[in-house]
């Protein structure tokens, strides 16, 4: 149940993110918006790493190079859900980037990157991906 929690919150507080970048954005330009998110972002974990007095960093030599860049892929995500945010609203976004997300998760597990067990996707899924996108489409007009 905690999981679930966490992974709500984190929904919260990506819809408020993705609001408050496209409003930032209208003022500075796209880019901008999301070294700022990007700066503020750093600066918060950081000050949580130090407040809790997590020393985990120090393990870092021990991350494989792809997954170092993590951090440069956020740069993309926020300048396409400004983007996207200014295009389409809240609602349409933050759909669509679930439904990418699902997407792009399923995909991972079939092919079993990063490490995770192969998974072979039945009929459910197929269809669920697919009510969702009607969703979205529905959404959409």
């Known amino acids: 149940m905690k999981g679930v929690f966490y992974a709500l919150l984190g929904g919260m507080f990506l819809t408020l993110q993705g609001t408050a970048n496209a409003a930032i954005g209208d003022y500075l330009g796209t880019w901008q918006a999301a070294v700022l998110t990007q700066g503020t972002g750093f600066v918060a974990a950081l000050l ?11 393990q870092l030599s021990q991350v494989k190079l792809p997954f170092l860049f993590g951090g440069a892929f956020a740069a993309f995500i926020l300048f396409s859900n400004i983007t996207a945010f200014h295009h389409n609203g809240a609602a349409v976004t933050v759909s669509a980037v679930l439904i990418a997300q699902i997407i792009v998760t399923l995909l991972m597990e079939k092919a ?9 996707l039945k009929t459910p ?4 991906l697919g009510l969702m996108i009607i969703g979205i489409l529905c959404l959409s007009f």
């Open 48 to 58: 949580i790493v130090w407040f809790t007095g997590d020393r985990s960093w120090r």
């Open 125 to 128: 899924q197929w269809i669920g």
């Open 112 to 120: 079993g990157w990063f490490g995770t067990v192969p998974i072979r």
